[in-house]
């Protein structure tokens, strides 16, 4: 199988979709945190909060949705931490972030940790299903790549139009803008600096907090230590690949997970010849690469981990 | 209604007050994970303080996880003063332990007055290279050096995997991916009998006097200091912002690289894949904790370790998850930001009238 056979197969385009799922939410959630003014380096941490909690939620008997829910509430939760912290506190955004993380990993690992003291092997449960949709997932090719994900990647890629008519076609989303690149202008109009940007951050960290859900409820059935690896990070790298554009974001997650599904292919193609590890380090090393390529061409939300304290120009 | 305006200069008594309240507050909070884990509080607690202050052994053992944490408390708060935010110390840890054990194996000799500072050298500058990259892409580039550092993290490790199954692994080591050992003249020379703590603490002390009079009384400090303050303001004073950064990303890259070298020289003998429990990480924690001090990450090393060793002692007598240690450093952390908060900002009751 040579290198265009591989990119001709609907399991290749089915796999790149099933890796993007998870950052298409992470970087939706990041997106949105940075166009109100607010980096959130805690999305590594809530990834893997949202995927403990939606895991246990369901372990416990929640349901599927109940889940979700549980796992969005739990991301809100740590965004609500980080934009006290960042926005009335107007303390520094990047030490918060990572402090969120460091504090949502650890509550993370120590509640599972409680909650099931003595397993050795890692307790499952039944994940989201692919949509058999009849008819349309017996389509050749588009069919096995787009009807037979499950209800996550659907919810995913419906998020990505929702974000972007919010937040391009609606008032909301102009005022959030505004709040990411001039304060002051926003404060003039007698808007809440404080309430938009608090408010855009725990909306985002929610998102994110769905995208570790996925890892827990849809690409795997159990909770694991360290399994998030690096994704929240991958999805800060992809917004600014991404010039801050919902758009723009779907496809970098796509490139992405096509990055991904590939180099696990050319894995077991060449394996013999190169050490699988250099196929791993791939994505991170893309990721450097994007960052690299756009990073002079940038447009920054302009309020960009700059606090903003009311009544004080 | 409460205004808030901030202080001229926080008072030294604040500057000092404010980690030990927060360290304290953190510790104080444990109490609620403690509790909702079933466990007896109290007997908790005196097990961590026992853990610590329970033997000699076990202080020497809190002595010896600290000096890791005083390397990668250093590396961080060196580039933090200058606002380049270097969280690739995990990274650079690893760098430094690979290094170490490429050169310290076996490839050359030489007796340990030589070999030792020879390791050394070399484990702090496979870990300046580690920063000098990102901090290279920053300048050149523009490329965040946060998410470079971060990503840096992950492929090192990977990387470090590679090595201990080709390269670096032992071949006397019955297939694990683990390296050869240091060769004895390249050991760290043992403090006291029959404990495991090892000269890296004293190489960590006097890096910590070195880096407090570096950045206060030399023209290379204030450089640092004036680009991490303003580095427009520094740029325009004639400083070259770009080299100054070059040189704190070699020095901060360096230092978290030695910690490597201590650890895999001092302590363990050979690399594994585990060997930092995410010391590079937990560095910021103790920076930041420090008030970005030099002598101050000392204390907060000490702090820190107490933690973990205390913790692990409590875990193994109580069966409470271990994890409760993080979960006590991230809150210290987030305690001591808000704590800066509280003593940059004045805080006066006043009527309505007068605002």
């Given at each position: 199988?040579?290198i265009?056979?591989i990119?001709?197969t ?6 790149a979709l099933?890796i993007a ?38 372990y416990?008997g929640?349901?599927?949705w ?12 740590f ?7 960042t926005?009335?506190l ?21 509640t ?11 307790p ?8 058999d ?6 389509l050749?090719?588009i069919?096995p790549v787009?009807?037979?994900q499950?209800a ?18 609606t ?11 001039n304060?002051?202008?926003?404060d003039?109009q ?12 725990v909306a ?10 996925f890892?827990?409820?849809s690409?795997?059935d ?15 790298a992809l917004v600014?690949f ?6 723009k ?26 050490p ?5 380090m ?7 690469i ?7 061409r940038?447009?920054?939300?302009r309020?960009?981990?700059k606090?903003?304290?009311k009544?004080?120009? | 209604m ?34 909702l ?6 007997a908790?607690?005196?097990f ?16 010896t ?7 990668t408390g ?7 003063r ?8 995990e ?5 430094g ?9 076996g490839w ?27 901090t ?15 990503l840096?993290?992950?492929i ?16 006397m080591g ?6 050869a ?12 009998p029959?404990?495991?703590?090892h000269?890296g603490?004293?190489?960590a ?8 009079i ?6 290379w ?22 080299r100054?950064?070059m ?13 490597g ?5 001092g ?21 930041m904790?420090?008030g ?6 000392v ?21 409470v ?8 450093v ?11 908060f ?14």
């Open positions: 199988m040579d265009l056979q990119l001709l609907d399991s290749f385009w089915a796999a099933r799922t998870p950052l298409i939410f992470g970087v939706l959630g990041a997106l949105i945190c940075e166009k109100a003014g607010v980096l959130n380096l805690g999305i590594e941490g809530i990834f893997a909060a949202g995927a403990m909690a939606g895991w246990l939620a369901v416990l929640a349901g599927l109940g889940g979700l829910l549980v796992a969005a509430l739990t991301g809100a939760f965004g609500l931490l980080h934009a006290i912290l926005v009335p107007g303390l520094s955004q990047h030490v918060s972030g990572l402090g969120i993380t460091l504090f949502a990993t650890s509550v993370s690992y120590f599972y940790r409680t909650a099931l003291p003595d397993v050795s092997s890692p499952r449960i039944i994940p989201f299903q692919p949509l949709i009849p008819v349309l997932s017996d050749p090719f069919g787009l009807f037979q499950t996550m990647t659907w919810l995913a890629l419906a998020l990505v139009a929702l974000v972007w008519w919010v937040l391009e076609r008032p909301l989303g102009m005022a959030i803008r505004a709040v990411g690149d304060p002051d202008a926003v003039a007698g808007l809440s600096v404080y309430a938009l940007r608090m408010g855009a951050v985002g960290s929610a998102l994110m907090a769905l995208g570790g859900a890892l827990t409820m690409a795997f159990a909770f694991f230590f360290g399994m998030v690896n690096g994704r929240g990070w991958i999805c800060i600014i991404a010039s801050w554009r919902p758009g974001a779907l496809l970098g997650a796509l490139l992405f997970g096509a990055f991904d599904a590939f180099q696990v292919r050319m894995q077991t193609e060449v394996g013999a010849f190169v699988s590890q250099v196929f791993l791939i994505p991170y090393v893309l990721s450097i994007a960052l690299v390529l756009v990073a002079r940038a447009e920054y939300p309020a960009l981990l606090p903003w304290f009544g004080q120009r | 409460i205004r808030i305006e901030p202080r001229e200069a926080p008072s030294r008594l604040l500057t000092l007050g404010v980690p030990v309240v927060s360290a304290i507050l953190a510790l104080a909070l444990a109490a609620i994970p403690l509790a884990a079933g466990a007896d509080v109290f908790a607690y005196g961590m303080a026992k853990g610590v202050f329970g033997s000699v052994f076990a202080f020497t053992e809190m002595l996880r600290a000096s890791p944490l005083i390397f250093l590396a961080a708060t060196l580039a933090f200058a606002k380049l935010w270097n969280i690739g110390g990274g650079q840890f690893y760098l332990a690979m290094a170490a054990v490429a050169v310290g194996t050359v000799e030489a007796p340990p007055i030589v070999m030792i500072p020879f390791i050394l050298l070399i484990g702090a500058a496979a870990g300046g290279i580690g920063m000098a990259v990102p290279y892409l920053k300048t050149r580039f523009g490329a965040d050096e946060v998410v470079t550092t971060l840096l993290n992950f090192i490790l990977i990387f470090l995997q590679m090595m201990l199954q080709g390269p670096l692994k032992d071949p019955m297939g694990w991916p683990q390296s050992p240091i060769i004895d003249q390249g050991v760290l020379p043992q403090l006291l029959r404990m495991r703590i000269a603490l004293i190489l002390l006097g890096l910590a006097v070195i880096a407090h570096a950045l206060s009384r030399t023209v400090g204030f450089k640092l200091r004036a680009v991490g303050e303003n580095a427009a303001a520094a740029l325009h004073a004639g400083i070259g912002v770009k100054t950064l040189g704190v990303a070699m020095v901060s890259g360096a230092l978290a690289g030695l910690a070298v201590s650890e895999v020289a302590l363990k003998g050979y690399l594994t894949n585990d060997l930092s429990p995410g010391y590079g990480y937990t560095g910021i924690v103790v920076a904790l420090a970005l001090s030099p002598l101050g990450v204390v907060s090393a000490l702090f820190i370790a107490s933690v973990f060793v205390g913790a692990d002692t409590m875990s193994r007598a109580m069966g998850s271990s994890y409760l240690a993080d979960l006590v991230s809150m210290s952390l987030l305690c001591v930001l808000i704590g800066g509280v003593a940059r900002y004045k805080f006066t009751r006043v009527t309505r009238e007068a605002t």
